[in-house]
């Protein structure tokens, strides 16, 4: 974005669209929690089962829009609220830092606060909620924007858990305090498995499921297909901005 900016001198506007990223106070990913399976002595188990039927641990993490992990608290009791994990990572002294002007898009459980930006509350959200029912108002268009993007940090986590298999509801048989250990080694292993290139872990935003893994013939045509979708979103957000303006 800086060297078309600079390259060819366009204003914000025009980068805005043409990258589909807000001109004002950036965002720089998405935070939310996710349930790894925990084997954990018989004294403390009610505190660790939530919704699922077993024990489990529950590890918040921030990730950025290229599906890596920037930060990841993993310990949490499975019955711990999300908004308690956010806290105490703010809190802890190489905790959650938030840089100024920045913020996280999170969902709404975790509360509306400074650097940290939830969806409207009673309004349609998730993405399969839409269908071909168009927008009707100023919330649902903001709501399906934040879905588009916070979806990144649920696509990391499936693709965590597809490419390490001890995390996917796996009876683990470590010690808890390796059990923890072994969530932030995966992500580290993770963010370094993407340095290398996208591979057949990372499924699409335009066809994330929870189904398997999809072929590398699959792969070529989603790739395909996600250009035209960001394409498709740019021309939707240079429209809404100059129908802002012309009002």
């Known amino acids: 974005m800086f060297l078309h900016t600079i390259g060819h001198n366009l204003r914000n506007m025009v980068i805005s669209a ?4 807000s001109y004002g106070t950036d965002c720089i990913g998405a935070i939310d929690g996710t349930h790894v399976r925990a084997g954990v002595t018989k004294d403390v188990e009610p505190s660790f089962r939530g919704r699922k039927a077993f024990t489990t641990q529950n590890v918040m993490a921030a990730v950025d829009f290229d599906l890596r992990f920037t930060y990841v608290l993993a310990g949490w009791e499975g019955s711990a609220h999300d908004a308690t ?3 105490d990572a703010l809190t802890r002294e190489r905790g959650l830092q938030v840089p100024p002007g920045k913020y996280y898009l999170v ?6 606060k400074p650097g940290f930006l939830p969806p409207f509350r009673g309004v349609r959200y998730h993405l399969n909620e839409w269908g071909n029912n168009p927008v009707q108002n100023d919330k649902e268009l903001f709501n399906l924007r934040h879905s588009s993007l916070r ?4 696509r990391a986590f499936g693709s965590l858990k597809r490419r390490f298999k001890i995390l996917d509801d796996a009876k683990p048989f470590f010690t808890f305090p390796v059990q923890v250990d072994i969530v932030i080694a995966c992500c580290v292993l993770h963010n370094y498995a993407l340095s290398q290139g996208i591979d057949e872990f990372i499924i699409p935003e335009v066809t994330w499921t929870t189904q398997p893994i999809r072929t590398s013939r699959q792969q070529l045509s989603d790739n395909r297909a996600l250009v035209d979708h960001r394409l498709q979103i740019a021309a939707q957000m240079w429209e809404d901005r100059q129908l802002m303006y012309a009002n």
């Open 18 to 21: 043409n990258f589909a990223r």
């Open 107 to 112: 969902d709404a459980g975790y509360g509306a």
């Open 85 to 87: 994990v956010l806290a």
């Open 151 to 154: 979806v990144t940090v649920e």
